[in-house]
Nanobody
């Protein structure tokens, strides 16, 4: 049984930082590409960042988080992280971790097989 458990969300002031974690179990984590998505109230779920399991490939980021967010993974811990700096009120959303087998990082949520339950990030102005 595949399980993804996110943590690290919370309330932060604009300009602050948070680090989200997503611990995976039930998969061969080192062969899965991982993504972070977010969904604000009344909006669709959008791609934030993704990272492949293969070495030598740069992570992918949505334009609106480039330079502020960093995705990384620790295959030994079966965990993927999202470091979020210089947070803005428009970053407020539920953040989801997702996994898909293979090396490609895709940006559509329909391309991911497994999802976490989500963690709320709220940025106050």
């Amino acid at each position: 049984q595949v399980q993804l458990d996110e943590s690290g969300g919370g309330l932060v002031q604009a300009g602050g930082s948070l680090r989200l974690s997503c611990a995976a179990s039930g998969v061969i984590f080192s062969t899965y590409s991982m993504g972070w998505f977010r969904q604000a109230p009344g909006k669709e779920r959008d791609f934030v960042a993704g990272i492949t399991w293969t070495s030598g490939r740069s992570p992918n980021y949505a334009d609106y988080v480039k330079g502020r967010f960093t995705i990384s993974r620790d295959n030994a811990k079966n965990t993927v992280y999202l470091q979020m700096n210089n947070l803005k009120p428009e970053d407020t959303a539920v953040y989801y971790c997702a996994a898909r087998p293979g090396a490609r990082v895709l940006k559509q949520d329909r391309d991911y097989d497994y999802w976490g339950q989500g963690t709320q990030v709220t940025v106050s102005s």
